[in-house]
């Protein structure tokens, strides 16, 4: 059974930092791409974040560019989400998502696993 478990979420300050991790079991993604997703309460998940298959490219939504860098750990099976300069429009549950594919993906359908979520919340 394939499972991808995020964690790092929590409450921070507008202008703080936090660093997302998402694990995978049951089988490697270690030649797919991976990708940050987020979404609010009445609003439809939004594309944050992916990265290829070896890191070497990423590709990032304009309202988080310069400020999050997505990162991936293929001997931990894991993706990160560093998250700087944190807004309060940042809040939002985040999700992590492994395609089958190859190349590098904004789209939800192009990721056919998913995590449950971890909620992430800026005070400002």
């Known amino acids: 059974q394939v499972r991808l478990v995020e964690s790092g979420g929590g409450l921070v300050q507008a202008g703080g930092s936090l660093r997302l991790s998402c694990a995978a079991s049951?089988?490697?993604?270690?030649?797919?791409?991976m990708a940050w997703f987020r979404q609010v309460p009445g609003k439809e998940r939004e594309f944050v974040a992916a990265?290829?298959?070896?890191?070497?490219?990423?590709y990032y939504a304009d309202s988080v560019k310069d400020r999050f860098i997505i990162s991936r750990e293929h001997a931990k099976n894991t993706v990160y989400l560093q998250m700087n300069s944190l807004k309060p429009e940042d809040t939002a549950v985040y999700h992590c998502?492994?395609?089958?594919?190859?190349?590098?993906?904004?789209?939800?359908?192009?990721?056919?696993?998913w995590g449950q979520g971890t909620q992430v919340t800026v005070s400002s």
């Open positions: 990265i290829n298959w070896n890191g070497g490219s990423t």
């Open positions: 998502a492994a395609s089958t594919y190859t190349g590098i993906y904004s789209n939800t359908y192009q990721y056919s696993y």
């Open positions: 049951g089988r490697t993604f270690n030649s797919n791409p």
